[in-house]
Every structure is written in C-alpha cells, then in structure tokens.
C-alpha cells in the first residue's frame, strides 16, 4: 500500500511541475507583452507631446468646426 501512495504521490508532483512550468512561461511572455505595451505607450505619449504646440492654441481653436 505504501507504494502505491508513493507512486500517486509522485504523480501529482509531476504534474503539479509542469503546471508550475507552463505557468511561468505565460507569466514571462505577459511581462514581454506588458513592457512592450508600455514601451508604445511611451512613444505615443511622446509623439502626441511633440504634436501639441506650447501655447499656440487658442480658445477659438477649441470652437468645433459646426459651430
């Protein structure tokens, strides 16, 4: 009986190992995902800076086209 438990015991854990093996894959490839996601979001951030003049717009600049 005592090996049987063994046996079940170390079936478990292998399992239990490449769960925790998948699951640190898709932890690593999100964090790719969320540092890449923040990257762009920095360029777009910065190019939307670089698009906005200091203070060359007006109040009437803001009046939309149908008014």
Same mark, same amino acid.
């Given at each position: 009986?005592? %090996?049987?438990?063994?046996? %079940?015991?170390?079936?478990? @854990?292998?399992?239990? %190992?490449?769960? #925790?093996?998948? #699951?640190?894959?898709?932890?690593?490839?999100?964090?790719?995902?969320?540092?890449? #996601?923040? %990257?762009? @979001?920095? @360029?777009? !951030?910065?190019?939307?800076?670089?698009?906005? /003049?200091?203070?060359?717009?007006?109040?009437?600049?803001?009046? /939309? /086209? !149908?008014?």
């Amino acid at each position: 009986m005592n %090996e049987a438990r063994l046996v %079940e015991l170390e079936t478990k @854990l292998a399992f239990a %190992e490449d769960l #925790l093996d998948t #699951l640190n894959q898709t932890v690593v490839r999100q964090q790719a995902q969320i540092d890449l #996601l923040q %990257e762009q @979001l920095r @360029l777009l !951030h910065r190019q939307l800076q670089d698009m906005r /003049p200091d203070d060359a717009r007006t109040l009437r600049d803001e009046i /939309p /086209p !149908h008014y």
